[in-house]
């Protein structure tokens, strides 16, 4: 046998070979490299739910929708809604802190805000501030600030306006997310939980639209099919994470926790694998332990779950 009938035998069973050998499909690891594992599959913490209402006769004696929680400086910092059923129906702020994010205890003179309604908190800090962008009464998005994170100023609602610079129409606009890169801040919203929309800011006075189409819509699949809000926003190697909660029912009376990928905060791709965590478990916020990263999903108690790729 010559050199050359030797190489093409050679070539001929390589091919062979390879074509034996199992090969990973090109979308499979696509989608584990735009939607790695510590970010999508979680195992729930044994002793949920770590946090709820009261259950007596308190403000809080329910706690609702979607909660925020910051890790700072080894202490875990939360901000939730209260409310009591069949009377003071208005939303109120409550504050609490845990050294491992498990245990919490109620801040002593909660409610720590009363003289607006705040609901659907999503809390950024820049600089010594903190910003809390939250959904009020008749679902208006309003922002408010502070120093100490338990004294807030009302800064009043959001002025959010059409790429012509004329306002949006009216009704509501609520469960606001907020990111600032390079100076400009970014803000997701919805509208009666049918579609969530992207709007930016240089002075977080007048917010345009990046363009008057959604950004995020519903379905076709069916777990959000009927509700569609966003609950934050994480930038990881280089993309874009949104954590958003939906409803798979026209009555919305189950929820659930899922996620998208972007580039550009514009053009998002939905994890094929959604909902990540379901059965009414939903507003999920993503929060790094420093070795980890865990999502608490706030509603209708706070609940906790592990990255499934936890050693």
């Known amino acids: 046998m010559n050199t050359t009938t030797t190489f093409f035998s050679l070539l001929i069973v390589g091919l062979l070979?390879?074509?034996w050998i199992p090969q990973e499909p090109a979308s499979k690891a696509l989608t584990e490299a735009e939607f790695p594992a510590e970010l999508v599959r979680f195992v729930p913490y044994k002793n949920n739910p770590v946090f709820?209402?009261?259950?007596?006769?308190?403000?809080?004696?329910?706690?609702?929708?979607?909660?925020?929680?910051?890790?700072?400086?080894?202490?875990?910092?939360?901000?939730?809604?209260?409310?009591?059923?069949g009377k003071d129906k208005t939303k109120k702020l409550g504050y609490a802190t845990s050294a491992d994010g498990l245990n919490w205890t109620r801040y002593k003179d909660n409610p720590i805000h009363t003289t607006s309604w705040v609901e659907d908190v999503n809390v950024v800090k820049d600089g010594a501030t903190y910003y809390m962008f939250a959904e009020?009464?008749?679902?208006?998005?309003?922002?408010?600030?502070?120093?100490?994170?338990?004294?807030?100023q009302e800064q009043g609602p959001l002025d959010v306006r059409l790429t012509n610079g004329q306002p949006i129409g009216a009704g509501p606009y609520g469960?606001?997310?907020?990111?600032?890169?390079?100076?400009?801040w970014y803000l997701f919203y919805e509208r009666k939980d049918q579609a969530v929309w992207l709007a930016t800011s240089k002075d977080l006075k007048a917010w345009t639209n990046i363009q008057d189409k959604p950004v995020l819509a519903k379905g076709p699949d069916n777990y959000d099919k009927h509700a569609i809000a966003m609950?934050?926003?994480?930038?990881?190697?280089?993309?874009?994470?949104?954590?958003?909660?939906?409803?798979?029912?026209?009555?919305?009376?189950?929820?659930?926790?899922?996620?998208?990928?972007?580039?550009?905060?514009i053009h998002w791709k939905k994890y094929a694998?959604?909902?990540?965590?379901?059965?009414?478990?939903?507003?999920?916020?993503?929060?790094?332990?420093?070795?980890?990263?865990?999502?608490?999903?706030?509603?209708?108690?706070?609940?906790?779950?592990?990255?499934?790729?936890?050693?």
């Open 17 to 19: 070979f390879r074509e």
């Open 52 to 85: 709820a209402g009261t259950g007596a006769d308190t403000w809080d004696q329910k706690i609702r929708e979607r909660g925020y929680i910051l890790h700072e400086n080894g202490t875990y910092h939360m901000w939730y809604t209260g409310y009591q059923d």
């Open 136 to 152: 009020g009464k008749d679902d208006v998005a309003h922002l408010l600030t502070s120093t100490d994170r338990v004294t807030w």
């Open 175 to 184: 469960t606001p997310v907020a990111w600032k890169e390079n100076n400009i």
């Open 231 to 265: 609950n934050q926003v994480i930038r990881y190697k280089g993309l874009y994470y949104a954590y958003y909660h939906a409803s798979a029912f026209s009555d919305w009376h189950e929820w659930s926790t899922n996620v998208a990928v972007s580039k550009d905060l």
């Open 273 to 311: 694998g959604n909902p990540v965590v379901g059965e009414n478990k939903s507003s999920g916020i993503l929060v790094n332990d420093g070795q980890h990263y865990r999502l608490y999903t706030m509603h209708p108690s706070v609940h906790v779950f592990f990255s499934a790729e936890k050693k």
